[in-house]
């Protein structure tokens, strides 16, 4: 496919659109990053150019929306998307799973970063996420993730 950018061929590992020819120096590059580019400027460090409908070759500007990597992974790890999707875990698989990720048995386990004491320090203290992060020694970036997942109910308090 000719673009102004250069020719475009899909690749065959990541499925994208990707610039083959040597014009401009765009060799390697992804088409829709480029058009999304053209469109809006410079995509912001960090910034995920996702196709909404799911079609990466539907490079249409009004398809592509610049989000940040965690809430990409997390589009892509709902529903049909999940590599468990349509699987049906043993009840002693779910216990185990949930003995392993919770409480001391979690090796990443750090009581003040609790869900709840975040919570307690963001909405009824009303501490900015800077505060916390220091104050539970993490980083913003955590607390910004955490506060979100409470904000969309994907995690109980």
């Known amino acids: ?14 499925g994208y659109y990707q610039i083959t020819s040597r014009k401009e120096g765009n060799n390697a590059k992804k088409l829709h990053r ?28 009004k398809n592509l929306q610049c ?28 216990k185990r799973i949930i003995e392993v990720n919770t409480g001391k048995n979690n090796s990443q386990y750090n009581h003040d970063l609790s869900n709840k004491r975040i919570y307690d320090l963001y909405f009824k203290k009303g501490l900015s996420m800077q505060k916390i992060a220091k104050k539970l020694n ?20």
Do not use: C, Q
Request: charged fraction near 30%.
């Open 1 to 14: 496919m000719k673009t102004k950018w250069g020719t475009a061929k899909v690749d065959s590992h990541s």
């Open 34 to 61: 480029l058009i999304y580019e053209d469109e809006f400027g410079k995509i912001p460090e960090g910034g995920i150019i996702h196709h909404i409908d799911g079609n990466k070759l539907n490079n249409n500007i």
């Open 67 to 94: 989000i940040n990597e965690s809430f990409h992974h997390y589009l892509h790890s709902r529903g049909e998307n999940n590599a468990m999707y349509g699987r049906k875990l043993s009840e002693d698989h779910i």
């Open 138 to 157: 993490t980083n913003r970036k955590t607390i910004s993730r955490r506060i979100k997942m409470i904000n969309e109910g994907v995690v109980r308090i």
